[in-house]
């Protein structure tokens, strides 16, 4: 009987050593990686690396081996523009500047805080500026300006109010867009517009027309 229970056996096991092997779990990751990145390239990229094998999939993706072209980036050139002096700054007392362009939805504000400020600029990092509208529908902010609690708001559309020490972050109502931040720099006594942080309202790009 044991003679015949080992050939049983060994029969089940010769039959399943003929079937289709089972695929392990390191492989389904490695194709479903695969499958990912095949999704991100285009046609003409996957087909030169397919033709390639597996391999030079990763290699496409990541820009290396087979791929040769590179690929073109297109970024923001914001205005250097002169925009105050630290010397004619009083804390707590908003300078209404104009930035990035002369229209009127680029209105904002040139403080100093009194206080260090995430982005502020000057001996005390205390000089910052902000958009003069609420991220929410557009609200005016210019005479908005809580020297107490160093705060833009509450917008008297919805009561949104915005930290300017902290880039201009939302603390409270109904925006869920921080103020966009004009970047500042110092040189000498000359403040300096040089870029912005946040989408302006009312605008699709920050540098076009509305």
């Known amino acids: ?23 392990t779990r390191r492989k ?6 695969l499958a990912t990145v095949t999704t991100l390239l285009p046609p003409g990229l996957l087909n030169r690396a397919a033709a ?22 297109r970024t923001a050139r914001y205005p250097r523009k002169k925009v105050g002096q630290l010397s004619a700054l009083k804390v707590d007392e908003p300078v209404q500047i104009s930035y990035p362009g002369e229209h009127e939805g680029h209105l904002a504000l040139l403080i100093q805080l009194g206080v260090p400020a995430l982005g502020g600029i000057g001996p005390q990092q205390d000089v910052v500026a902000f958009s003069a509208f609420c991220t929410h529908q557009g609200g ?16 008297e ?19 869920t867009q921080n103020l966009p931040q004009v970047v500042l720099e110092l040189e000498g006594d000359d403040i300096y517009a040089v870029g ?12 076009l027309p509305v």
């Open 1 to 23: 009987m044991d003679n015949v229970k080992k050939k049983e056996v060994k029969t089940i096991q010769d039959e399943r050593s003929r079937e289709a092997p089972c695929i």
């Open 28 to 33: 389904l990751l490695m194709l479903g990686g």
């Open 52 to 73: 390639n094998g597996p391999g030079s999939l990763a290699l496409a993706a990541t820009g290396k081996g087979q791929v040769s072209s590179p690929v073109a980036a």
């Open 140 to 155: 005016p902010l210019e005479d908005r300006y809580d020297a107490e609690y160093k705060t833009m708001g509450p917008c």
């Open 157 to 175: 559309f919805h009561l949104s109010t915005f930290d300017l020490t902290r880039h201009g972050l939302i603390t409270s109502a109904s925006a």
């Open 196 to 207: 912005m942080l946040g989408l302006i309202y009312g605008f699709p790009d920050n540098l």
